[in-house]
């Protein structure tokens, strides 16, 4: 049941957060560099948007994998050990994460990056 | 093997899902490049922005854009009682998400013509 | 009328490997039944047809089977009705079940998964003299579950019994369903418990291939659904059903 509340939670989330992306961040469709990314996500609120994105996705990626294979008679005996494998990886990928959000930093040595 | 509108929906829905996933690790990975500095983060992108993958991009927009519309329709079905419409449901949503691909997928492959 | 072929999905444990196609030729009437035409394939053309069929009218659920690709009850269904236009059928057993023979498959998975929910009315412990008094509209919420005949369509219909044995089944929850949405019954909340493990309600992806299948047009997807919103207020159906079995035995007003 917490799995299923997990997957439901995070679709709606994702409903939201997946539309902002596609249209804000991707369309139109432009040549990715670093400078250009950096226009938007020099905003707080953008850091904070992507960050909340990418703990649902997180949460919906592990539960939809786990609850594929759990669904297979044979895995079904690795449910605990799954289960703690995908909170592993999960704590894993958002701490990368994050760090990847707050990676977009305008650089320190001011030079190359100042209009 | 038990053919039906259901269990095609189901397989579209699980297939799509399993690539969203491997799909979002290896993003995290590209994007995570941002992690070692702006020149890092242009190489790396920049491999992924050639043409190839622009095409692919678009699968990987009918893909989200599937996924996301069935994630509706099952929000749908669990909060109001309409498994009568079941058929009808599932076209619909299947139109829309083929109209939706067309539409956001023609100006990527404007991009990715020219240039 | 014309001939009529029966392709039947053979197999014989003792000497085949693989289940192949057996092809009948017959001449149906018009109102011979899928069930008719095995009878005919076996009473004139090979005795070792082998299909279960007990009542032939559609309430003993022996007879289920997978015709042309959908689960569906053969002895109320007109052969007329399923041949294509080369005048072909195609019978095969009950799909993702072990074939013990032909057209017979092993159903225990479909009986151990039906024990497992406690099918049967846990009444309260005073029983009224006379009788349980129950309103109509407490009787329309069941939704009919109570005329499923236990075939097995749905069963095998489903996409993720394909998968796992483990799940318990559209025709258990749909009996779980009626169980718990009975006024009568005393233990709502603990089947609920019950069957929202990881083998429960949640295990239900909605491909609706049950409520396709059902012979009897009883909707197990639903059934499914509302067992899942119970489930999330377990206190208060329990709590509602004491208070409503304080009045069993007295007659309901009818607006
Ligand atoms: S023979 Fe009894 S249901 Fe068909």
New binding site residues.
């Given amino acids: 049941m917490r799995i299923f509340l997990m997957q439901r939670i995070s679709a709606i989330a994702l409903l939201f957060f997946m539309t902002i992306h596609m249209i804000v961040v991707h369309y139109p469709p432009f040549h990715i560099d670093f400078s250009r990314i950096l226009e938007r996500m020099d905003q707080p609120i953008w850091k904070a948007i992507d960050i909340a994105f990418l703990f649902f996705v997180l949460m919906h990626a592990l539960t939809g994998v786990y609850m594929v294979i759990t669904d297979v008679e044979r895995f079904g005996t690795f449910k605990r050990a799954l289960a703690v494998l995908a909170v592993v990886i999960g704590i894993v990928a958002f701490v990368y994460g994050t760090m990847t959000v707050m990676a977009f930093q305008a650089p320190t040595t001011a030079s190359a990056f100042v209009p | 093997m038990y053919k039906s509108t259901g269990f095609i929906s189901f397989l579209l829905r699980r297939v799509t899902g399993i690539a969203l996933v491997l799909y979002l690790f290896t993003h995290m990975w590209v994007i995570g490049s941002a992690n070692s500095g702006a020149d890092v983060f242009d190489s790396r992108l920049n491999f992924f922005q050639s043409t190839a993958f622009k095409f692919a991009e678009i699968a990987l927009l009918a893909a989200v854009i599937y996924h996301g519309f069935d994630g509706i329709r099952l929000l749908i079905v669990h909060y109001f009682n309409v498994t009568e419409y079941r058929k009808s449901l599932f076209y619909a949503i299947f139109a829309a998400s083929v109209l939706l691909v067309i539409a956001g997928g023609i100006p990527i492959l404007l991009f990715a013509l020219e240039g | 009328m014309v001939t009529a072929t029966i392709r039947i999905q053979r197999f014989n444990p003792d000497v085949d490997k693989k289940p192949h196609i057996g092809e009948f030729h017959l001449e149906p009437d018009q109102d011979t039944t899928i069930?008719d035409a095995l009878q005919m394939s076996k009473s004139q053309q090979d005795g070792s047809v082998t299909f279960?069929?007990?009542?032939?009218?559609?309430?003993?659920?022996?007879?289920?089977m997978n015709v042309n690709g959908s689960n569906m009850?053969?002895?109320?269904k007109p052969l007329a009705a399923v041949l294509d236009k080369n005048r072909r059928v195609t019978i095969r057993p009950l799909p993702y079940l072990p074939i013990i023979k032909d057209l017979v498959v092993d159903r225990s998975s479909f009986w151990e998964q039906y024990q497992r929910v406690k099918p049967w009315l846990i009444p309260p412990g005073d029983l009224p003299e006379k009788e349980f008094r129950v309103s109509p509209e407490e009787v329309e919420a069941l939704n009919n579950a109570e005329t499923c005949?236990m075939?097995g369509a749905c069963y095998s219909a489903c996409q993720v019994i394909g998968m796992t044995k483990q799940y318990i089944g559209p025709h258990a929850l749909l009996k779980a369903f009626l169980r718990v949405v009975d006024p009568r019954d005393t233990e709502p909340g603990e089947r609920l418990a019950n069957l929202s493990g990881s083998d429960g309600v949640y295990r239900c992806h909605t491909i609706f291939n049950c409520i396709d299948a059902c012979?009897k047009d009883l909707n197990p997807t639903q059934a499914i659904e509302t067992l899942r919103k119970l489930a999330q207020k377990r206190r208060a159906l329990d709590d509602a059903r004491n208070e409503r079995q304080k009045y069993i035995e007295e007659p309901v007003s009818t607006g």
């Fill in positions: 069930l279960r069929r007990s009542c032939r009218h559609a309430i003993c659920g022996s007879c289920a009850l053969v002895c109320n005949i075939c012979p």
